[in-house]
DNA sequence: TTGAACAGCAACACGCACGA
DNA sequence: TCGTGCGTGTTGCTGTTCAA
């Protein structure tokens, strides 16, 4: 029972890798559409000798055996396969018909382009002429600050500052060429800044850390060319150093002037995120609803550019049970066509039969057919496990598949090993790890298993009812005063729900909630 | 082979204190 | 007034062992 145990806890994902495996190591599997194509014919294969029977001295003595031969196991378990087909639609068309659907679901999307691939496909497209305006720009701006000395540089604008930031004295000594062999450079060290770019879209060293880290190191001025044309890129404010210089970089692109949104960044970034709107505008000297529209023209900034981009591929999951509405209730069906069908190949069975006279290959081919015989059975049981579970779940919370999450009930593992008559152990592997598609999108199994609140009439309001009731209070709330988490409390109360404080903050936490504060509208 | 019993662990819920 | 951190008790899940 361990094994097969070890069979109910897969998901059908690592099943259809360990039947795989299963296949390759055990020659007397095979999958029932090869067996098809040879014309493998199970009738073909007479019971001449059973392995059950194999070490009884005399012929003809059978093994008592309540299961009776391994022949006549084996033959049980493919008949199990053959009873999959639902009865009454031929297979083909049922599978044909679910097909589609589930190549939605499993399909795997497109390799997604990386940021860096993206941004050096833009630096090859630029031509010799742009790459060049750009290092007279950067050259201009050198020219400049030296201009204006020292006392002129710290007066120099905040995003020039800000830029040459790394190298406030290489800029006004070195000197530019123009020549072909810097623009090469140039478009080299543009591939070295896109490197240090992480997956948000920041710069992740100064220049001076990426400049030492080259070999040979290259003028300062060259980087700060290819930074700058790095910035200059789609998507907008990639190549920052930081959110500040990001969102800096976004509001320059837009070639307008927004002084005020460009101070709130520098200096009020941190209040902005609290929401301290009051500070910011007596700090700045203007009124709040100036602030106002800054905030929201600063909201609409994309703070992570780079994360239109690449990163992990997206993970797929093939549901292992399908809930389906059917009259006037939900009805599970597990999904087994990732999973070949097997059988346990006749040839073997026929040299099993042949083998009398070879006491070596007969142990060899008892112990390879006792195992595909196993995994048969152990296949057809988690199926049948995994079905009453499911059924079972979508029976107790089918009022969350109709009406939503506000109606999830409180529900725990032992609940359904009780229905079920089966150890919580049972259910706890059963459903691990697996998923069930609902006609409300896939879920883990795990999530319809949910704690609560106890009401002050002794019935249980689930989690995650309790979490939709604080959402609805402050979807309603007055938005200039924000009902405060005791105030929610307080609400809760008038529906019988008693948590406290603390709950209601952890709970407004986890759903990314911001504070009352956070929320206010000035 | 099955499930009961147990221990370990993590998550949750709570109270309290403290600081902004 | 509210958010946050810390310590503590409770609950449920999981892994392991062992007896029937």
Not at 265 to 276: M, T
């Amino acid at each position: 029972m361990y094994m097969s145990m070890e069979i109910l806890c897969l998901n059908s994902m690592d099943l259809q890798e360990r039947v795989e495996t299963e296949l390759e190591n055990n020659e007397t599997l095979e999958r029932q559409e090869e067996a098809a194509a040879d014309g493998g014919d199970d009738a073909a294969a007479t019971q001449t000798e059973s392995p059950a029977t194999e070490d009884a001295d005399a012929p003809g003595e059978v093994a008592e055996d309540p299961l009776g031969s391994l022949e006549e196991r084996m033959e049980r378990a493919d008949r199990y396969y053959d009873d999959d087909a639902p009865h009454g639609r031929s297979a083909s068309s049922y599978r044909g018909e679910r097909d589609e659907k589930l190549e939605a679901m499993s399909n795997t999307a497109e390799r997604s382009i990386s940021l860096q691939d993206y941004l050096e496909d833009q630096v090859h497209m630029l031509s010799d002429e742009e790459v060049l305006e750009t290092m007279r720009l950067v050259q201009a701006r050198g020219d400049d600050s030296a201009g204006m000395g020292e006392a002129s540089v710290a007066g120099a604008t905040e995003v020039d500052s800000n830029r040459t930031e790394e190298s406030p004295a290489e800029g006004h000594s070195q000197q530019l060429d123009f020549s072909d062999e810097q623009v090469k450079v140039v478009r080299e060290l543009c591939s070295s800044v896109i490197f240090n770019i992480d997956e948000r879209g920041y710069l992740m060293y100064s220049l001076d850390e990426i400049r030492v880290s080259l070999e040979p190191a290259p003028e300062m001025i060259l980087l700060e060319v290819a930074l700058e044309i790095v910035q200059d890129l789609d998507p907008t404010g990639v190549g920052g150093r930081g959110l500040e210089e990001c969102l800096i970089l976004q509001l320059e692109k837009d070639r307008q002037d927004y002084p005020l949104e460009e101070r709130i960044i520098r200096e009020y970034l941190s209040e902005l995120s609290h929401n301290r709107l009051p500070k910011i505008a007596k700090g700045l000297g203007v009124g709040i609803e100036d602030i106002k529209d800054a905030k929201e023209l600063i909201a609409s900034l994309n703070p992570l550019p780079g994360k239109l981009f690449g990163g992990e591929p997206p993970h797929y999951i093939k549901p292992d049970a399908i809930a389906e509405e059917v009259e006037g209730g939900y009805e599970v069906r597990v999904e087994s066509s990732y999973t070949p069908r097997l059988r346990i190949s006749p040839q073997y069975r026929e040299l099993y039969r042949q083998s009398r006279k070879d006491p070596e290959l007969k142990k060899y081919l008892k112990k390879k057919l006792d195992n595909a015989e196993w995994l048969v059975l152990a296949i057809r049981q988690r199926q049948a496990t995994l079905q009453k579970i499911a059924q079972e779940i979508v029976n107790i919370q089918s009022g969350f598949l109709d009406h939503g999450i506000s109606h999830l009930k409180v529900l725990k593992m032992v609940d359904v090993a009780e229905i079920l008559g089966v150890h919580v152990s049972t259910i706890s592997r059963g459903i691990s790890g697996k998923h069930i598609q609902t006609s409300r999108g896939i879920y883990p199994m795990k999530f319809f298993f949910t704690g609560g609140a106890t009401k002050s009439s002794g019935d249980v309001e689930a989690r995650g009812s309790v979490i939709q009731r604080i959402k609805d209070f402050i979807e309603e709330e007055d938005k200039e005063s924000p009902l405060s988490d005791v105030a929610i409390v307080e609400k809760l109360k008038e529906v019988e729900i008693n948590i406290s404080r603390r709950t209601v903050t952890k709970y407004r936490e986890a759903e990314a909630i911001p504070s009352s504060r956070e929320r206010r509208e000035y």
